[in-house]
Structure formats: C-alpha cells, structure tokens
C-alpha cells in the first residue's frame, strides 16, 4: 500500500506555543485531509485540501496542499490544552479511469500533548 | 445533522468466536468505509462500498471477515472466527465525495 510518513511522531509543547507538523509521500495525492482523534473516539475532519499550493485555515490551525502533490503540513498557532490528541494526515488516490472513487491513506499519526 | 452511528462501542469475545458490528452512515452518504486501526497506526481501509455495491475489498480477510450494505444505507461487518491480532477499533466512515466522516469506532479486544 501506499506509504506517508507523518512527522514528527510525538510532540511535548506547552501552551501557548505554535505547532507544526508534516506528511511526505513518494505518491502524487489529489485530496488531502487532516484528522484529529481524540481517545475513545473517531478521527474527525479538520481540514481539507484540494488543489496544489492551497492554503487553509480554520480557526487556530492552517494547512497546506504541497507544490509537488506529495506532502502537506498542519499548523497549530497558540496552542490550547484541548488541542491535546492525535493528528493524522491522509492523502487521496484518485481510482482508475478517473473515477471519483479512490482511496484514503493514512499516516500513523503524531501526538500532541500540550503542558498548561 | 446526525453523524456516524456504531455500535457496539465496545466488545470483548475470546478467539475463534465470532461477532458482527453495525453502522449508519450519514443520511445521503452513498460510500461507506470499514477501517481497522490497530494501536498506534492510523486507520486501514477493509471494504468501501458504493450504494450496495462493493467498490474496494483488496485489504479484507476473506476468509474470515465479511462486510454488507444490502439496502444501501446500514453495513454489518462480521469476523468469524476471531483471532487474537484483530483486537482493534474497527472505524465505519461514510463520505459524499472525498472528505470521509467517521463514526465513534468499536473498540474489539480478542482474548
């Protein structure tokens, strides 16, 4: 399957401090998604990405669609105790012959524990 | 606007038995997604299905795991018979295009 390599992989931040993390990939994505999941739950959509070099925000967080269609990053300003849990990227694959169906791969995720 | 429904939220059978999750997708989703998600890994994708129809099931274990969408809307997907490396949340997630929502999970331990 496909490989995106999430980093880092833990992160010790306390608050009121920025964050910022990354996701690689060797595959070219049409679709990136950032998650946040928090324990005992489902991941839940923070952002999404459709076009090479977009620039998002939402609210505190703000991600981007790499030039290259093979990475993105997420980033965290003045970070607050709730932001406490674990982030994932997930990139898109489109499914053959130009299907609107595809794929969704995940990274495995980087902890965020946020000190008060 | 409701989200994913699951159930059970959690379960706990010992090996070689067998046990079956349902979901509810969001209301005019057509595409449904059953994920494993081991500890500490992100989620991986079992079975995706269009309608009633399956579209991808190259990562599920035939030969113990099934998964249907009859009408269009509810999924089952059923393990039998279980193993001790299926202990994970099993993730139902429904999507109208390419942002994908997920239900609270079902947290399976095999023992």
């Known amino acids: 399957g496909q490989q995106l390599n999430q980093s880092p992989q833990s992160m010790f931040i306390q608050e009121g401090e920025d964050v910022s993390m990354n996701c690689t990939s060797s595959?070219?994505?049409?679709?990136w998604l950032w998650y946040k999941q928090d324990p005992g739950e489902g991941p839940v959509l923070l952002i999404a990405l459709y076009k090479a070099g977009e620039l998002t925000s939402n609210g505190r967080l703000t991600a981007q669609f790499g030039i290259t269609r093979k990475d993105s990053f997420l980033n965290i300003s003045a970070s607050i105790p709730s932001d406490v849990g674990i982030y994932f990227c997930?990139?898109?694959?489109?499914?053959?012959?130009?299907?609107?169906?595809?794929?969704?791969?995940f990274g495995r995720g980087t902890q965020l524990t946020v000190w008060p | 606007e409701a989200g994913v429904a699951q159930s059970p939220r959690y379960k706990i059978i010992e090996k070689r038995q067998s046990v079956a999750f349902w979901c509810n997708p969001i209301?005019?989703?057509?595409?449904l997604y059953w994920y494993q998600q081991i500890l500490g890994q992100g989620p991986k994708l079992l079975i995706q299905f269009q309608n009633n129809g399956v579209v991808d099931d190259s990562q599920l274990p035939k030969d113990r795991f099934s998964a249907e969408r009859l009408k269009g809307v509810d999924s089952t997907l059923k393990i039998q018979p279980a193993k001790l490396e299926d202990s994970a949340v099993y993730l139902c997630?429904?999507?109208?295009?390419?942002?994908?929502?997920f239900g609270p999970g079902t947290r399976l331990t095999v023992t």
């Open positions: 595959s070219i994505f049409n679709t």
């Open positions: 209301s005019g989703h057509a595409t």
């Open positions: 997630a429904s999507s109208f295009l390419y942002e994908q929502y």
């Open positions: 997930a990139g898109h694959l489109p499914g053959d012959r130009g299907s609107t169906l595809g794929r969704l791969y």
